[in-house]
């Protein structure tokens, strides 16, 4: 889902927002740091943050039988094994 860096001639809209003094002096020199202008850097960051975003938006789909299967499995899951109950009576090595 990567944003493409659209050319010059390819940016023919605007988006307008309206700031503090502090604000923009913040993102003037964040954008002096990585050597770009404030605009791409605006634009660059709110693309990348909009596809994170989008991107924690996992979901799946399914069809009522593949569903139904599912949520059986969710609602039975299987015994405990000695295995597992070992590995959740071990300590955490930071412990």
């Known amino acids: 889902m990567a944003v493409q860096a ?3 001639e390819n940016r023919d809209q605007a988006i307008n927002i309206r700031t503090t003094r502090g604000q923009r002096d913040l993102i003037d020199r964040a954008a002096r740091v990585v050597n770009k202008s404030r ?3 605006i ?3 709110m693309s990348r943050e909009a596809e994170n ?3 924690d938006q996992v979901y799946f ?3 009522d039988d ?3 299967r599912f949520s059986a499995m969710l609602d ?3 015994a405990p094994t000695a295995e597992l109950r070992d590995l959740l009576n071990t300590k955490a090595p930071w412990e």
């Open 39 to 41: 605009s791409e850097f």
């Open 66 to 68: 593949a569903y139904a």
């Open 76 to 78: 039975a899951p299987p």
């Open 61 to 63: 789909r399914l069809d």
């Open 53 to 55: 975003i989008l991107l």
């Open 6 to 8: 659209a050319s010059l």
């Open 43 to 45: 634009l660059e960051t």
